[in-house]
């Protein structure tokens, strides 16, 4: 019943840009901690941003500052990563997750089927 689901990706030309989705489902995102992680194929899952509705601390992993921007919209009940300049490295699927912290972006709960996003010419 309470999940999170995943929304937004696709197939985007490198330089383009995406938002993606998390929208809750049983969950009231205002009392959540949210990870955006991903996982390209061979490697293994990286947190990539965090946000906190309690103490306000985000977290973005170094090779998106700059360019991923995560935001919230209440009456949404929704969590966005905003995705600029898109690289082909960028290639992965997409989850969101609760977590503990942004600190320690220890994920809890059960995963989505995340949703893919594609950087290619």
């Known amino acids: 019943q309470a999940q999170l689901v995943e929304s937004g990706g696709g197939l985007v030309q490198p330089g383009g840009s995406l938002r993606l989705s998390c929208v809750g489902s049983?969950?009231?995102?205002?009392?959540?901690?949210i990870g955006w992680f991903r996982q390209a194929p061979g490697k293994k899952r990286e947190g990539v941003s965090c946000?906190?509705?309690?103490?306000?601390?985000?977290y973005y992993v170094d090779s998106v500052k700059g360019r991923f921007t995560i935001s919230r919209d209440t009456a949404k009940n929704a969590v966005y990563l905003e995705m600029n300049s898109l690289q082909p490295e960028d290639t992965a699927v997409y989850y969101c997750?609760?977590?503990?912290?942004?600190?320690?972006?220890?994920?809890?709960?059960?995963w989505g089927q995340g949703t893919q996003v594609t950087v290619s010419s």
């Open positions: 049983g969950y009231t995102l205002d009392y959540y901690v």
């Open positions: 997750a609760t977590v503990h912290d942004c600190a320690s972006r220890q994920a809890y709960g059960s």
């Open positions: 946000s906190s509705p309690f103490d306000g601390s985000t």
